[in-house]
């Protein structure tokens, strides 16, 4: 039988090593670069994290050049029954393929057609990429008693994991150029997830290169599904998963909760905020980058 003394010390070796281990996976003691990548490799995923309305209009307000090139594959995260989050990434993935499709914000490098700037489909589809919107259960509903809060927070951590790993199976459904109603969306939810168009590559995209979030609730689980997968230290997630945390423009004096949690807890490689007011806050690893919504 072993000795006290003995399961003391294994103990306190344990936990010296997991905290350790943690101390290398937090971005904020063990910054992390981008896996470096060759021209034409593997394409880029980006995740979003969209929040019931402010939080959704501010987001999509901060990236409306977003390069489709650069982020191969976007990824969109919303809290179950947000049907007004899902109708507007996909006006905003629509805007996206407008684009493409005039050759606009496109790199020097891009294909383009020798008469004009505007590209030929296949070229489009190329620089357009795709996307897919996924549904998380809500961490915590309106009026919901705090004794349940835990467990449904463990389902949105869970679901936070499987989203990481990848984006879900590819199914056939309507083009950026369609219009969808509400209740379209809820239909489509069933299986949780979106996707604008079947990919051949959909097998290339792993876990988020980068996760950009604003703020909602949703977005403190997932960041920190996204530490746990890399604190287990699973292959392929060296280099993945970078976070960046934008303060919400209406936060003049200090940070949100949810800002509180991540930067206390030093769990983003980047925090923006958008007042001086606020610079002060997180010990020095809050950035202060002016008015970014437009």
């Known amino acids: 039988m072993l000795s006290p003394a003995y399961l003391l010390a294994l103990t306190l070796t344990t936990l010296t090593l997991l905290f350790l281990r943690l101390l290398y996976t937090l971005p904020s003691t063990n910054p992390t670069s981008p896996t470096p990548r060759k021209r034409g490799s593997q394409p880029t995923r980006l995740l979003i994290v969209l929040g019931s309305g402010g939080h959704t209009a ?15 594959h976007r990824t969109y995260v919303i809290s179950s029954g947000d049907a007004f989050s899902a109708l507007k990434a996909a006006e905003f993935e629509r805007h996206l ?23 030929t489909p296949a070229e489009t589809q190329r620089a357009y990429g795709s996307y897919d919107i996924c549904v998380v259960p809500r961490a915590r509903s309106i009026h919901q008693p705090l004794l349940t809060t835990p467990l449904s927070s463990l389902r949105c951590f869970m679901r936070c994991l499987s989203i990481l790993h990848s984006p879900s199976s590819l199914t056939p459904t309507p083009s950026p150029n ?4 509400a209740t379209d969306y809820y239909l489509s939810f069933l299986p949780a997830s979106i996707f604008s168009n079947p990919s051949k590559n959909a097998t290339l995209f792993t876990y988020p290169d980068l996760i950009l979030t604003n703020g909602p609730a949703t977005a403190t689980i997932l960041i920190l599904s996204a530490v746990f997968l890399r604190f287990v230290g699973l292959r392929g997630t060296k280099g993945k998963m970078r976070s960046v ?47 970014l919504v437009r």
């Open 178 to 181: 369609s219009s969808l109603t």
């Open 245 to 291: 945390y934008v303060e919400s423009w209406a936060r003049v004096k200090g940070l949100s909760l949810s800002g509180r949690v991540l930067v206390g807890g030093g769990l983003c490689e980047r925090v923006v905020v958008q007042w001086p007011a606020v610079k002060g806050w997180g010990l020095g690893r809050v950035e202060y980058r002016g008015c």
């Open 58 to 72: 501010e987001m999509l307000s901060l990236l409306p050049n977003l390069p489709t090139t650069s982020y191969t």
């Open 97 to 119: 393929f407008a684009r493409a499709e005039q050759g606009l914000h496109l790199p020097s490098t891009a294909i383009k057609t020798q008469n004009n700037n505007s590209l």
